[in-house]
């Protein structure tokens, strides 16, 4: 598989937890969030976005929050899955035509 | 609908060499990307076309050349390979530029020997 998990921060939980997936960012004017799984071998896969007008926004399983006041985003995933280890990967749109890419945490689920 | 293809996902070369990296999308999409992944360095934007007939450079494009073809797709030349150049390359492509969901190829893992 790829070995893109190299050198990543990585977080450990076991199956059922919930997993908490933080992601600094940098630029205030950034007015758009998203983020990405990427399994092994594979492309990224959009999870969920959110826009700077919101705070919360939820999805199956997933919620990511936005603290514009410390430029944090996080991702939230209830009950964690062994098929939800994967790295994943925040980005920002800061007003221009393209995102920017974090560089990306892995989680390893235990069953 | 298939979304995003890359051909081909394998490619070995030589230091000099040249190839094109292909990529095409069947969602009617404007907006295309090709990016590179490193161990470590998250997706680095190479070139963009925010529209068919328009391209642009992006944080990572010595070494690279593109063609947006036509709307469906959009290649990557490495004229004069460099072991540097050595990655796994994405193309992606959104509705639109900017805040939309960009919608991944499955890679091309290239070695530049």
């Known amino acids: 598989g790829e070995s893109v998990g190299l050198h990543l921060p990585t977080l450990s939980v076991q199956e059922g937890d919930n997993s908490i997936i933080n992601c600094a960012y940098s630029n205030s004017a950034s007015d758009y969030f998203i983020w990405y799984k990427q399994e092994s071998g594979k492309g990224p896969q959009f999870i969920i976005d959110?826009?700077?007008?919101?705070d919360k926004r939820q999805g199956q399983r997933v919620t990511v929050l936005l603290n514009k006041t410390v430029k944090h985003l996080s991702l939230q995933i209830a009950a964690t899955q062994p098929g939800d280890s994967a790295v994943y990967f925040c980005a920002e749109n800061s007003g221009y035509s393209t995102l920017t890419f974090g560089k990306g945490t892995m989680l390893l689920v235990s069953p | 609908n298939a979304g995003v293809t890359q051909t081909p996902k394998f490619q070995v070369l030589k230091t000099g060499q040249s190839m094109t990296l292909q990529c095409a999308q069947d969602?009617?999409?404007?907006?295309m990307y090709w990016y590179r992944q490193d161990p470590g360095m998250g997706l680095r934007l190479i070139y963009y076309?925010?529209?068919?007939?328009?391209?642009d450079k992006g944080e990572v494009p010595n070494g690279y050349n593109v063609s947006r073809l036509n709307k469906r797709e959009f290649s990557l030349r490495l004229e004069s390979a460099a072991p540097s150049q050595t990655s796994v390359y994405f193309c992606?492509?959104?509705?639109?530029?900017?805040?939309?969901?960009?919608?991944f190829g499955p890679g091309t893992r290239l070695t530049v020997l």
């Open positions: 959110i826009r700077s007008n919101m």
């Open positions: 992606a492509s959104s509705r639109t530029s900017g805040i939309n969901e960009q919608f």
């Open positions: 076309s925010a529209s068919e007939g328009t391209t």
């Open positions: 969602m009617n999409h404007n907006s």
